[in-house]
Each structure stands twice: as C-alpha cells, then as structure tokens.
C-alpha cells in the first residue's frame, strides 16, 4: 500500500481563490519533503524541499509567497496555491524521504491535479 | 549543478523484445543514488530500479536491468522480454545522499503486440 498519501487528488478551484494540497507519510517520520509540479508531457520540476520545522527551500523561479509550503509535523507537509491562477493549473506531486530501516528511500505520492478556472 | 539527460523522447518495442532506455547525468560528486521511475497514465511515480554510486555491480530487478558506466557518467535502462503492460514514461534521476532528486525530460515507451 501507499506510504505517503497526497490529498485531494483532483482539485478544481476558482482564479484568485487558494488551494491546499496535502502530503502525508503514513508510517514513517519524514524529516524532509519535496514539491514537484509536472506540466502536461513534461518532467518533473523541483519546487521546493520542505524541512520539519523550518521553512522551506525554494527552487530559483518558484515563488515563495504563491507557493506557500508548511511542514509542521513530522508525517504532514502542504502546499497552498495562493490567489491561483489558470497559468497554475498543473499536476503537483509530493515525495518524502524515509531515513530509516527502508535505507534513505525516497516515496513518491498519488498527485494531485490542480484545475484553476 | 547536477543535470540528467535523456537524450530519447520517445522509444517503441516489440513485445517480447528488449529495449534499452538511454540516460546521461553531470555531477562533480562521488557519492550519489540513481533511479528509473516508471509513470504511468495514472500519473504515480512507480521506482523500477536503483543504484548505489559506489556498488560496481549493476542493479537487476527481474526483467530491468541497468548498465551503470561511473567514468562515462551513464545509465541505461534495458528492458527485457518487454510486455504491454511496460508501456509509460520512463524518467531516470538522480540523487545525492539526503537531498532531492533530479529528473531527466523523460522517455516514453511504446510496447507494439
């Protein structure tokens, strides 16, 4: 089954509204998240690497203040989509990293499809 | 900075066959990780291998195998007895210790019954 779970998994929201997608590992302590945005027919781009209890690092050309990142416990990290906009509708996945028994494995979740109109 | 390559958009198989993925990558680091992703339609990045840097030995995973040149800086994906369901895009990526993984443009494979 998943280990990290990535909630909702579609999202349809209106432009200049925000949107929070969650991620969450579900049996393991996750120190460190990331936040990947994949355009159609693209690769995955980096975004930001989220720290538990400190603030994110963002990726140069990510805004920070749009792309608001919380890593306030060690299993939940999310990802809000400020005053979005259509150009933002993309897909946005999450991987954690476990740092125990499974060796520093890298978890990958669902994603989820951001839809702004 | 570290960069992945995938110098092939796009690669087609006969069922059956074997196919390899091609993947190049840039790094001054001595100690890192290295993965083939499988993405299907459904969009969930499935891990088809891994390698550790510093093991010689390439990885196998059943029908996947890898073919890891260090000095060349290259990693290849080659796909044995290739069936319908192999079809997706193929990312390989890369990784060093405990930061974050970088991805190549991607390869999609075909499998032709």
């Known amino acids: 089954g998943a280990v990290v779970s990535q909630h909702p998994s579609r999202v349809i929201c209106k432009s200049g509204t925000s949107v929070k997608i969650e991620c969450r590992s579900l049996?393991?302590?996750?120190?460190?998240m990331f936040w990947y945005r994949q355009f159609p027919k693209q690769s995955l781009m980096l975004m930001a690497t989220?720290?538990?209890?400190?603030?994110?690092?963002?990726e140069q050309g990510v805004e920070k203040d749009k792309f608001l990142i919380n890593h306030a416990s060690l299993t939940l990290s999310t990802l809000t989509v400020t005053s979005a906009h259509p150009e933002d509708s993309s897909f946005y996945i999450c991987?954690?990293?476990?740092?125990?028994?499974?060796?520093?494995?890298?978890?990958f979740g669902e994603g989820s499809w951001l839809t702004v109109v | 900075a570290q960069t992945v390559t995938q110098s092939q958009p796009e690669m087609s198989v006969q069922e059956a066959e074997t196919v390899t993925l091609s993947c190049t990558y840039d790094?001054?680091?001595?100690?890192?990780?290295l993965f083939w992703y499988k993405q299907p339609p459904s969009r969930q990045m499935i891990l088809v291998i891994r390698?550790?840097?510093?093991?010689?030995q390439n990885a196998t995973e059943n029908r996947f195998s890898v073919n890891f040149q260090k000095a060349a800086k290259s990693f290849s994906l080659k796909i044995s007895d290739s069936q319908l369901g192999d079809a997706a895009m193929y990312f390989c990526?890369?990784?060093?210790?405990?930061?974050?993984?970088?991805f190549g443009a991607g390869t999609r494979l075909t499998v032709k019954p």
């Open positions: 991987s954690a990293r476990d740092p125990g028994e499974r060796g520093n494995t890298i978890y």
């Open positions: 049996d393991f302590q996750a120190t460190t």
């Open positions: 989220s720290n538990e209890g400190s603030k994110a690092t963002y």
């Open positions: 790094t001054s680091e001595s100690d890192y990780y």
């Open positions: 390698q550790e840097a510093y093991k010689q």
């Open positions: 990526a890369y990784r060093r210790n405990n930061n974050d993984m970088r």
